[in-house]
Nanobody
Framework: QVQLVESGGGLVQAGGSLRLSCAAS????????MAWYRQAPGKQRELVAT???????NYADSVKGRFTISRDNAKNTVYLQMNSLKPEDTAVYYC?????????WGKGTLVTVSS
């Protein structure tokens, strides 16, 4: 049973910062790549950042230089540090991982950035 639980969302002014957390269970966390996605109302879900089991990271161009993904294998937790937030970052942010080629998702945490 895979469970991903996001937390840390909220309302922030443009230029502010927020750190999201995703607690994972039911997976061999240290061997799994993790990812953050986001979805704004009426828009497609998009990939924001990934981190492999080897701690290699990748970012969407829209967040590069502003967001940082990290993981703590001892805590089975992946983080997304979001700095210099823009109104365009407003979305529900989802944690994602794969197990036996199937995608698993958290229920999401809402980030709202006011201008």
């Amino acid at each position: 049973q895979v469970q991903l639980v996001e937390s840390g969302g909220g309302l922030v002014q443009a230029g502010g910062s927020l750190r999201l957390s995703c607690a994972a269970s039911g997976v061999n966390f240290e061997f799994n790549a993790m990812a953050w996605y986001r979805q704004a109302p009426g828009k497609q879900r998009e990939l924001v950042a990934t981190i492999t089991s080897g701690f290699s990271t990748n970012y969407a161009d829209s967040v590069k230089g502003r967001f940082t993904i990290s993981r703590d294998n001892a805590k089975n937790t992946v983080y997304l540090q979001m700095n210099s937030l823009k109104p365009e970052d407003t979305a529900v942010y989802y944690c994602n991982t794969k197990k036996f080629f199937r995608d698993y998702w958290g229920k999401g945490t809402l980030v709202t950035v006011s201008s």
